[in-house]
């Protein structure tokens, strides 16, 4: 089975510019989660959905991150307009009935 | 205060010793307790989970609960140079599902 699918694997950008990283989470998985990850502040939970629903979006740092899950197979990110100190990694993860996280393989976004 | 704390090393140990990887959490009504290894460049990936005070062992692998002392840990026996990663301690609080992931440990096992 195909675990969690991110795109695209790398980003490379200039300021102001906006970015869309994508997630498609595990068959069957009803939660989903987005973490940003830098080596200052290490792993955050940006914002997690459940059934589609967010629930929790308070460590979306500001207006400029929005978070969607239009269906149970997809999920975006956007950052607009994007800043230097967005440079991240950023992971999607899903689980089934907020158990065990898997993650996907990241997007390393760079903010020139 | 850090919901989740871990000393971040580096922990450096020879191949074939065991090496202990230990993690704190604040929240003392915290339900479940997951371990996850990092290797450099790579994403997360689960390696043990507990849910009851005491020990659990899958393979090389044991994860120690002590809920009365909020603590958790990891001992790695027999340590193999494919064991250096680092180790993310994560807590799910019991309130909503979202986890609190500790900052790391890097780990080294030297040949």
Redesign the interface.
């Known amino acids: 089975d195909a675990g969690v699918i991110q795109s695209p694997r790398h980003e490379v950008t200039e300021m102001g510019q906006e970015v869309t990283l994508r997630c498609k989470p595990i068959s069957g998985h009803d939660?989903l989660?987005w973490y940003r990850q830098t080596m200052m502040r290490?792993?955050e939970?940006l914002i997690?959905f459940?059934n589609n629903v967010p629930?929790?979006d308070s460590g979306m740092p500001e207006d400029r991150f929005s978070a969607k899950m239009p269906n149970a197979s997809f999920s975006t990110l956007k950052i607009q307009p994007s800043e230097p100190r967005d440079s991240a990694v950023y992971?999607c993860a899903s689980?089934f009935?907020?158990?065990?996280?898997?993650?996907?393989?990241?997007t390393r976004l760079t903010v020139l | 205060q850090k919901e989740v704390e871990q000393n971040s090393g580096p922990l450096s140990v020879p191949e074939g010793a065991i090496a202990s990887l230990n993690c704190t959490y604040s929240d003392r009504g915290s339900q479940?307790f997951?371990w996850?290894r990092q290797y450099s460049g790579?994403?997360?990936?689960?390696i043990m989970?507990i849910y009851s005070n005491g020990d659990k062992e899958d393979g090389r692998f044991t994860a120690q609960l002590n809920k009365a002392s909020q603590y958790v840990s990891l001992l790695i026996r027999d340590s193999q140079p494919s064991d250096s990663a680092t180790y993310?301690c994560?807590v799910?609080p019991g309130t909503?599902?979202?986890?609190?992931?500790?900052?790391?440990t890097s780990l080294t096992v030297i040949p």
């Open positions: 939660y989660f290490g792993l939970l997690y459940n629930i929790d992971f689980s009935g907020g158990n065990e996280q898997f993650f996907g393989p990241g | 479940s997951f996850y790579k994403s997360p990936e689960l989970f993310l994560a799910n909503g599902n979202q986890f609190y992931f500790g900052t790391g």
